[in-house]
């Protein structure tokens, strides 16, 4: 395969992967007896520990920072976001599992889309 | 006198080092330190050998002295410094204590390296004296980000990775200035956090 398309692939799975394993974790965790903004903070700083400890296995294949950062900002932002879902309502495992796998999805391409404006040569 | 600390640390990691280094790393930046180390000309410092997985990408041919603060590092790099073809010496050496006259090197390269070292301004300052006046500093450096949320997260990052390894958070570019060096180039190679930097000497 084509070593481009390999790692952008290979980003995507590692986000959307990131972003459900976050999702279950915070939707085991967080019930709605939960302070909303609590639940937010918690699942937010969890999250991003969790990308870290998911991505000493995944970075050894796609990278270092390439693969760390956006994985960081995805577990982030699944934790925060079903965290906060979660201790609002209750929530079903699918519905959690979608928002972790868009979580995902978004923060890949939000890195993508930083990444496109701002790499190369800077003025100085 | 050596850093003891910094050279247990990198004792430490030196057998796995490889590993835990990546091979997906390797490939996605091989293209841009390729291009950067296509530069090296003349007396060449490469400081932090390390296991020497940079060396393949050398151009062959050239005059190299490399240092490490890690003799076990070197030791996993010496299969790596034999099979090169050119002139290439690997010595353990503190970048803080360097032992090199004044003026030695046309060149010095880094590669990952000032995420490392513990005074990165003393460090760099310590490349200066040894760098000829009118010399080249070109470096391969992951460093802090200016934009949020990259920021922040780089500097929650490096309370964790100062512990076994290298920070996230550093602001190589201005602690380049800050040595006084000249900053000719800056090319962002992922967001503004893997760059290449090209810096000289002045006079």
Redesign the interface.
């Known amino acids: 395969m084509d070593?481009q398309l390999f790692?952008t692939l290979g980003d995507v799975v590692a986000n959307l992967f990131v972003g459900f394993v976050m999702a279950a974790v915070a939707w085991l965790l967080v019930g709605t007896g939960w302070n909303m903004l609590i639940a937010m903070v918690a699942m937010m700083v969890l999250g991003?520990g969790l990308a870290?400890f998911l991505w000493?296995p995944i970075?050894?294949?796609?990278?270092?920072?390439?693969?760390?950062?956006p994985m960081?900002?995805t577990g982030?932002l699944s934790g925060m976001v079903v965290g906060m879902t979660a201790a609002m309502s209750s929530l079903s495992f699918s519905d959690a599992s979608w928002k972790g796998l868009i979580s995902g999805f978004v923060c890949f391409a939000f890195?993508w889309v930083?990444?496109s404006r701002?790499?190369?040569?800077?003025a100085? | 006198m050596v850093d003891i600390a910094t050279q247990r640390k990198w004792d430490k990691v030196a057998p796995t080092f490889d590993l835990m280094a990546g091979r997906g790393a390797e490939i996605r930046w091989a293209p841009c330190k390729t291009e950067l180390f296509s530069r090296m000309d003349g007396r060449v410092l490469f400081l932090a050998l390390g296991t020497g997985l940079d060396i393949p990408l050398f151009p062959r041919g050239r005059d190299i002295t490399a240092i490490d603060i890690s003799p076990k590092m070197l030791e996993q790099a010496k299969p790596r410094v034999d099979a090169y073809d050119g002139n290439l010496r690997a010595e353990v050496m503190d970048v803080h204590e360097m032992t090199f006259d004044d003026g030695s090197f046309d060149q010095i390269f880094t590669s990952c390296t000032f995420c490392s070292v513990p005074r990165p301004v003393e460090g760099l300052k310590s490349l200066y004296r040894v760098l000829r006046p009118g010399g080249g500093l070109y470096m391969f450096e992951h460093t802090g980000s200016r934009y949020y949320p990259f920021k922040p997260m780089m500097n929650l990052m490096t309370l964790l990775t100062e512990k076994f390894g290298p920070a996230m958070n550093r602001t190589t570019v201005d602690n380049v200035r800050a040595a006084g060096f000249e900053v000719l180039e800056v090319n962002n190679i992922f967001l503004d956090v893997v760059k290449t930097i090209v810096a000289r000497k002045p006079g």
């Open positions: 070593r790692f991003m870290v000493f970075g050894i294949v796609l990278g270092a920072m390439e693969a760390m950062v960081m900002l982030m890195v930083m990444n701002l790499r190369g040569p800077q100085l």
